[in-house]
Each structure stands twice: as C-alpha cells, then as structure tokens.
T-cell receptor, first 114, second 116 residues
Framework: GDSVTQMEGPVTLSEEAFLTINCTYTATGYPSLFWYVQYPGEGLQLLLKATKADDKGSNKGFEATYRKETTSFHLEKGSVQVSDSAVYFCALSPLGSNTGKLIFGQGTTLQVKP | EAGVTQFPSHSVIEKGQTVTLRCDPISGHDNLYWYRRVMGKEIKFLLHFVKESKQDESGMPNNRFLAERTGGTYSTLKVQPAELEDSGVYFC??????????????FGPGTRLLVL
C-alpha cells in the first residue's frame, strides 16, 4: 500500500542554519504531496504542496520539489528561525482515490536554538 | 472565520468507559475527516464524511469506534468501550473542495485521549 517515510528526529539546529527534512514515498502513479506543520499547542497547518511531478511548492521560505525519479519530496529552508520550531509532517493523497484521505509520515520534530 | 474546533481538548478515562469526541468543521465545508496519532507515530486516517454520508471508513480500527455527522454539520466520534491502545491524539479536519487529491485540509488542534 501507499506509504510515506520521513527522517527521524528530533532535529536540532542553530538559528540561521540550513534545514533539510527528508521525505520519500511509495505510491501507485503520481499522488499529490504535502508538508504540514504543527506548532506547539496548535493543529496541523498546510505548509506547502505539489500536485504533479517536478512541481515546487514554497511558503514562508520553505521549499520542496516533487521528484518522481527518486520518489521524494524533501523539505528545505535556507535559514531557520526559532519560530520554525515545530513538528513537520510529510503526506500524500493517493491519485484516483475515492477519498481525500492523507497518508502521513511519522513526523519530524525540529528545534531551533538561538 | 472560525477554524476547525474540537472538544474536549483532553480526556482521561479508565479502560472500559465510553468517550465521545466532537468536531466542528469550518462552516460550509462538506468534507470532514478524522485522523489519529498514537504514541508519536504517524497520523493515521480513520474516516471521511461528505456532508452526512460516510465516503470512506476504511481506517476505523474496529467496531468499538462509531462516527456520526448528523445534518452534515458537526461530527462525533464515540469510543465504547475504550481500551488502552486507543490512547492518542485524535484530529479532525475539514475541506470544501471536491478535487480531493489536491485539496487543502484544515485541521483542528486535536483531542488528547488517555485511557488508563
């Protein structure tokens, strides 16, 4: 079945460091791909998405490119801030499904220190 | 515009008891989803409502779980009787799009359930 694998955390970085959180997926065809973020005490929020191969999603300085050849959707940010500390979830929505259910990875906790 | 709200925020119950979780989606959103995250693992899909109808309930773990969405507005998720392995965070999400594979789902803050 479809699945998402994320790099294990926690990831601890200093402010202004470069961030990469790896995400790979297994799916039939070309699903839509998402990054959701959960800040402390809040619900999940959509960070960015890509709906077809080679698309790049971007938001708040974060980017991720849909790579079909490597079945990956790695999240990157050039310079993290303390306010980026959160849990990041990679997810996919299966193509051709009769439902919009999301399949999530296990989440990666990011802690940014001043 | 109010976001997705969930009640209660926390619930601690004993094994064998019943708990009912409530979700109020964003007004006008026909799609409502329930998910669960157990013990820091991945978030898993439970079911999907379109208005008051169950579009997909393939993720419901067993018949101790009952979800309803009367009138197509708020939804409840009842666990009866609760077991230890039901502990986790239950998320609700809603959306208004019909292109499900590309939609943005809006999540509530979750209900943290602990079964002792």
């Amino acid at each position: 079945g479809d699945s998402v694998t994320q790099m294990e955390g926690p990831v601890t970085l200093s402010e202004e460091a470069f961030l990469t959180i790896n995400c790979t997926y297994t799916a039939t065809g070309y699903p839509s791909l998402f990054w959701y973020v959960q800040y402390p005490g809040e619900g999940l929020q959509l960070l960015l998405k890509a709906t077809k191969a080679d698309d790049k999603g971007s938001n708040k300085g974060f980017e991720a490119t849909y790579r079909k050849e490597t079945t990956s959707f790695h999240l990157e940010k050039g310079s993290v801030q303390v306010s980026d500390s959160a849990v990041y979830f990679c997810a996919l929505s299966p193509l051709g499904s009769n439902t919009g259910k999301l399949i999530f990875g296990q989440g990666t906790t990011l802690q940014v220190k001043p | 515009e109010a976001g997705v709200t969930q009640f209660p925020s926390h619930s601690v119950i004993e094994k064998g008891q019943t708990v009912t979780l409530r979700c109020d989606p964003i007004s006008g959103h026909d799609n409502l989803y329930w998910y669960r995250r157990v013990m820091g693992k991945e978030i898993k899909f439970l079911l999907h409502f379109v208005k008051e109808s169950k579009q997909d309930e393939s993720g419901m773990p067993n018949n101790r779980f009952l979800a309803e969405r009367t009138g197509g507005t708020y939804s409840t998720l009842k666990v009866q009787p609760a077991e230890l392995e039901d502990s986790g965070v239950y998320f609700c999400a809603s959306s208004q799009e019909t292109a499900w594979a590309q939609e943005t789902q809006y999540f509530g803050p979750g209900t943290r359930l602990l079964v002792l």
